[in-house]
């Protein structure tokens, strides 16, 4: 009875302060967005990386010119430097069907005659801290031209990584404080008709549970609505941006996160976060009035 | 049922608003409170339901000790007594039947009682056929009226009033006495802060006059609308 009755008041709150509710929504929700977008960004990265620095693998490209026979002899070589642990033939006609896959559609715009690519060797190493050595002991072959590994993409995107956290905190941060500014505004406006209500709530005998329940119940509403639309447009744009980034690089397409794989994650995070957000906001905004005591009756 | 024994009260700021009180007001009463602006009156009402704490001395009202009471009891406190302000303090957006419910729904009464309940007070202070009206829909006296019922809905042991007359016209000021006097009547406590001088006269009962934080004086005076009215209805049996 009771409870249902403080519900109802919640709801009631968000109406008839609709235009600050609105407000609140706008505010959460772009601060939900940015922060979503971050985050995603930040999960696909991340996926990439784990994904293109798949394993410790080497690869040594042999010179171009080397014929399939002479590069199979090579790879004794390598089976006598003892920090290899495994390694496998990687033929041209191999790396060229990758690349295709890969790049997609730059591929096709920057095709010309002929592969290419050299023959190469995909090589394990056993001990990754005698990295070094290894390399340049592979370097010392004859008929080896490069030794890459897969790593420097990998730090790369790590780097991008880093860099997309780095903006995307200050961004969160900076917008943070926007909302907090806005709200502390919102409240301070309609501070008036809060602290009427909440001093005629005191004199008539109100605990400051019975207070605080409404407004943390219009808090958790309008955090909750926030989130689940942050959600809905980040779900809504996440499959057009993908396709547009995997339009431009290929791999992005298969080494991200599909819509479907990020939407409930998404919709239960953002909620969650939302909902705290209200929480923590609605209590710290009726704390003020509820902690104080001398002047919150007869003085008001 | 109030007791207070060497009240003083020292604001923050220094301000000495009331020196060494000591009375008693017993359950029945009927009071006024009068004296020159500042000199206490409201801080009195203040301390008596615990919106501020005395700086010495001893409280008791309504068997809780206002010197040690727990923070979280003050609301339970105040259940035992209908404040009644100046200003009115009814909420906007809440008609008058929902305005006087407040009172219970605050406290978590069953909406049947309520229903009962607020039909019958609305009724004793004549706004019967006006429960869906909104504040800014009735006059002064109407408003004050709602307050009233208010106050009144959760059946207190006392009513506080600090100037209730003091916003509406003087002939209205009248049917607001008179209406605390019915419900002094009926066994409630009812103490009353007013600058109206004309209406302490009229009314008469309990008057307390403080003066520049202490009680000047404490007397009783003939209560002619009690006397009256009790006449009247012994009259009628
Ligand atoms: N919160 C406060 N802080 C500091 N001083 C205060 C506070 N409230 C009241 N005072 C001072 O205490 C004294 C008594 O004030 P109080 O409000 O009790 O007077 P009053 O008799 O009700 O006056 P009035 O008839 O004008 O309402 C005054 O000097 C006033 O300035
Ligand atoms: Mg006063």
Redesign the interface.
Known sequence: ??IF?LIKEGFKNIW?NRMMSLASVIVLVSCLIITGAASLISVNVTSLISKIGDDDQITVYLDYEMNDLDSIKLGQQLGRISNIDSYSFYSRDEAIQKYKEVLGNIYESMQDDGNPFGNAYKVKLKDLSKYKQTVDRIKKIKGVTSVSDRSDIANKLTKLNYFVTIVGSWVVLILALVTLFIISNTIKMTMY?RG??I??????????S?IRVPFIIEAMVIGLLSGVISAGVICAVYTPVRDMTSGIIGFIGESTFTVEQIMIPTFIVMSVIGLLIGIIGGYISIARYLRK???????W | MIHLENVSKVYPNGTEALKNISLDINKGEFVFIVGPSGAGKSTFLKLLIREEKASFGKIKVSGYDLMKIRRRKIPYLRRKMGIVFQDFRLIAKMNVYDNTAFAMRVIGSPERAIKKRVKEVLRQVGLEGKEKRKPGEISGGEQQRVSLARALVNKPEMIIADEPTGNIDPELSFDIMKLLVDINKAGTTVIIVTHEHELVKEFGGRIITIEDGEIKSDENYPTKYHNKKTETEEDKK
Request: net charge negative; hydrophobic share 30%; aromatic share 8%.
């Open positions: 009875m009771k009755y008839t008709s009427h209500e001093s005629i709530m005191k004199s008539v005998g109100a605990t400051n019975f005591e001398g002047g919150d009756i007869l003085d």
